[in-house]
């Protein structure tokens, strides 16, 4: 597999990665079905282990923490979907990733045209 | 013979979809935004296409990873918007032109691009809500539609010169379409925008309005490009100007600029909306 030379603060899903968040993906995959979402919902840790998630992965997920689910092969297009189901935005992910209050991050995306 | 009239660019940001279902186009935020697209729908009004290619990449509706086709076209009789998982409002169906489609295929797969081909095909915010944008109201029904589909969710990305071979590519197969048709194409997603990492939030505004100019009459100078070189310079989600690059690689060498909009933020992105004349 080829190297390729980091951007910082950037995962780049690729095959090791694709590999790595195959059963969280597909988890989050099956969330496009609303009869899923509430599944999951009424038992997280049984929904989890019928996709075969390892720790770190169910760890993360608990924790809610996007950094953490990407390490563990998350792709974010997926991500998005369980972010959805806690009525959480783009925004409120962005600002929880780069450490930021929502208010912070919304107006760093406000500015971002000021330069 | 059928023929491509010109190509239209939009964001397809899903809080687009959710602002047309709560009708915010007044509200302070979202009217800059709004506003760009009256311009466009004029020149669909005046150009009058009877089917649209809409260029875009599916975000875990259609595909997922167990199968994640580098290239795919839609040969259905109709394409349905489905649940994503949070709540956009389905819509009703799109009309598909299957017959044309099977052309294209035959034409692309003979010119060495093998598309993946679906004879059923759910469609997602990438392809709605442009659809929306420059059709409101629901009057897409008026439009045939063809959905092409590149990859921009699991590396490795095809390279910006491949997507604009691709296009150049279907520009030969409408071309050769024997009835006449006037088809537009739509390149969407972009411009600037990165969802994941700490990175969060990256838009970068130069970098766009450079890309909103060259691509009208330089579109060569992106061919050089590597995906890493977009992801640094737009983001990891910015990589999806590679729509776009498909969508001007159908459009011939020389283009005519009719009207753009750039507005950032909606969401977390840079929006642009750009409509290009082939009659130039």
């Known amino acids: 597999m080829a190297e390729h030379e980091p951007i910082p603060g950037t995962v780049k899903f690729d095959g090791k990665m694709a590999m ?6 597909k988890m989050c995959y099956s969330f496009n079905n609303a009869e899923n979402r509430e599944a999951f919902l009424a038992d997280q840790e049984a929904y989890m282990d019928k996709y075969g998630l390892n720790e770190q992965q169910k760890q993360a997920l608990r924790d809610k923490v996007v950094l953490d ?27 929880q990733q780069t450490g930021m209050s929502v208010e912070a991050f919304k107006e760093k995306l406000l500015r971002a045209g000021d330069e | 013979m059928a023929k491509i009239v010109g190509g239209l660019t939009s964001s397809h940001i899903p809080a687009i979809g959710s602002a047309i279902a709560r009708d915010l186009f007044e509200d302070p935020y979202w009217k800059p935004f709004f506003d760009g697209f009256p311009a466009a729908r004029q020149w669909l009004h005046d150009v009058k296409p009877d089917i649209a290619i809409v260029i875009y990449n599916d975000h875990g509706l259609n595909f997922f990873l167990d199968k994640q086709p580098t290239f795919a076209i839609g040969a259905a009789p109709e394409y349905r918007n489905e649940d994503e998982g949070w709540g956009i ?5 799109f009309k598909g032109a299957p017959e044309f489609s099977w052309h294209l295929i035959d ?15 759910a469609v997602d915010h990438g392809f709605t809500v442009p659809m929306q944008l420059f059709w409101p109201d629901f009057s897409y029904t008026d439009v045939a539609t063809v959905p092409l589909v590149i990859n ?26 024997p009835e006449d048709l006037n088809v537009v194409i739509l390149g969407t997603g972009g411009l600037s925008h990165q969802l994941d990492g700490e990175r969060a939030g990256f838009i970068n505004k130069k970098f766009d309005l450079m890309c909103m100019d060259k691509i009208v009459d330089e579109p060569e100078v992106f ?3 590597s995906i890493d070189d977009l992801v640094r310079d737009a983001g990891a989600q910015g ?4 729509l776009w690059l498909a969508m001007r690689g159908a459009l011939g060498d020389k283009v005519k600029l009719v009207h ?10 840079a929006t642009g909306l750009l409509c290009l004349d082939s009659a130039a």
């Open chain 1, 20 to 25: 790595k968040g195959y059963a969280l993906n």
């Open chain 2, 152 to 177: 921009t969710v699991q590396h490795p990305l095809p390279s910006p010169a491949r997507c604009y071979k691709l296009g150049q590519a279907l520009r030969r197969a409408v071309e050769s379409y």
């Open chain 2, 223 to 225: 061919l050089d490009m």
């Open chain 2, 239 to 242: 990589a999806e100007f590679i």
């Open chain 2, 107 to 121: 034409s692309l797969v003979g010119d060495e691009f093998d598309m993946v081909t679906c004879q059923e095909m």
């Open chain 2, 260 to 269: 753009r909009n750039y507005h950032l933020p909606i969401s977390n992105t």
């Open chain 1, 69 to 95: 689910m990407l390490a563990a092969g998350g792709n974010i297009y997926y991500l998005a979907k369980f972010a959805g189901i806690f009525g959480l935005s783009v925004q409120d992910i962005g600002a």
């Open chain 2, 89 to 93: 409002p389905t819509i009703p169906a």
